[in-house]
């Protein structure tokens, strides 16, 4: 409720404001204002330079450039803030969560610390701003201890200097759960800043967290918001979205995006606002839409994990307060890490960085022998059998009755020889458990019919436009068997598929866990989105951890959940 008062008191204040300013507007010298909006999306916690394709950029001519780094991040927003009169930095949301452990293992304090260092206005909630639920999320904005881990990063915590957006976020009673918008004076012109996340956001994070809030309609939420602006007089107003398109690839400044809920939602608010930040799918796009008055406004992402930076420059009437649309540039600026690092962010960085070392030891299990990831020739390998059979584990309460993985989660071995940190023959550290499983997915139960699980385990074989065929083998728990045929044919190949010792019913309905990843089609397997009765699990390295500590002295598991056949 205090949230609440402090979107009065902020409107209130707006409102006086603009009446003092409509006294002096005419003796203002220039006719315009411009100013710079400088924006991030799905930061993740990257405050190392992210690493592989996490790390690159893909040009307009296919080539890639290294790109992201907290420090190289702020060196380039003073960089692009020193080109401009006037500037404000913004984010898109999912700044924290689904983080590096650098950042993770501190509850992404120094991310929020971070983006307090380089100035940020404003950004919206993403998805994984409330992966934790509001109560973690108000401790996140206000400051103080972690309620279990205390303050493990500074002492205290002092919370972020800038408010987390949500317009279309209300309890169930329908009031606000947090600020809808923001203003911020620039050149003494208000610019409303107004935040909306995706509509769907209680899909992709665990049920207990979003019990008792509602998340709207994100084109009504920005209209409701965009007229209270109105009524005060603000009259530049600027979106940040969580909610994202997909591309088509091309460079950072392309528009092939395919027609998506991003798009949708530019086209159809109010008129009013002028320039859409988006974010959530992690893509790169800079387009140009219409607005329901025929006018243009611009439509950005800048992919992820800090390697774009997005700017929009914008010419303020300063008689109107308004947007001169005709006038708005906007482009992806590419995170380089040739330009000097900040020192202040870098020095962050590295403390984060040394007091995550201790902490990343901590023994979450013990192993006999080595789970590697490399497969047997059926597709089955043994670290793959002990995810799956942790994923099953975590989602008992979704009634699930088999789970299936995707490869290209599991990141490395999990080795039985002590690492370099020294914790001892056969200790799985915390660390070591992180880097198998890094990317924070969250666990979804999902029904499918038995018609359904044959052609997921059939989409393993994806035919290619050249004639080739890739695999990609699933790793399946041990409740879920099957055959499959080296000379069978496009769509049938598998068969002999039981689930827990039973023959599966071709028409019968089938709990099934997989990642938020699998469950969207990702990687191809394209049934899998056509899933219904969604559950929400855990985060997939508290599964594999927990499984872990669970079992102690796990060994290698046999082979036998797949056969191959001639
Ligand atoms: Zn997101």
Known sequence: MIVTKRIAAVVVAVGLAVTGLAGTASAAPAATTDLRLIAFNDFHGNLQPPAGS????????????DAGGAAYLAAHVTRLRGQAPNSLVLAAGDNIGASPLTSALFHDEPTVEFMNKIGTDASVIGNHEWDEGYAELLRVQFGGCHPTDGCQFHQPYRGAKFPFLGANITFDNGLPAVLPVTVKFVDGIPVGIIGVTLEDLPSVVTPEVVKGFKFGDEVQALNRTSRLLDLAGIRTQVALVHQGDSTEGGGPDDCRTLPGPARQIATAASPSIDAFFTGH????????V?????????LIQGASFGRLLSVIDLKIDRKTRDVVRTATVAHNEVVTRTIAPDAGVQALVDEAVTKAGPIANRQVGTITADLVRAAAPSGESPLG?????????????????????????IRTDLTYASSPAGEGNGVVTYGEAFA?????????????????LKTVLEQQWQPQPNGTTITRFLQVSASLKYSWSQSGTQGNRVSGITVNGQPVDPAGSYRVSVNNFLAAGGDGFTELAKGTNLAGGPVDLDAFAAYLTAHP?????ASDRVTVTP
């Open 54 to 65: 996490s790390g690159r950029v893909t040009l307009p001519n296919g080539t890639t450039v």
């Open 385 to 409: 059998d002990v995810i799956a059979d942790a994923q099953l584990a975590a989602t008992q309460s979704n009634q699930a009755q088999i789970a299936i993985t995707n490869p290209g989660g």
């Open 281 to 288: 799918s992690h893509q790169q796009y800079n387009c140009v």
């Open 553 to 557: 002295n796990l060994a290698p598991p």
């Open 290 to 298: 219409t607005d329901p008055a025929g006018k243009p406004r611009p």
């Open 436 to 452: 198998v499983q890094p990317f924070g997915n969250i666990m979804q139960t999902i029904t499918l019919t038995g018609a359904q």
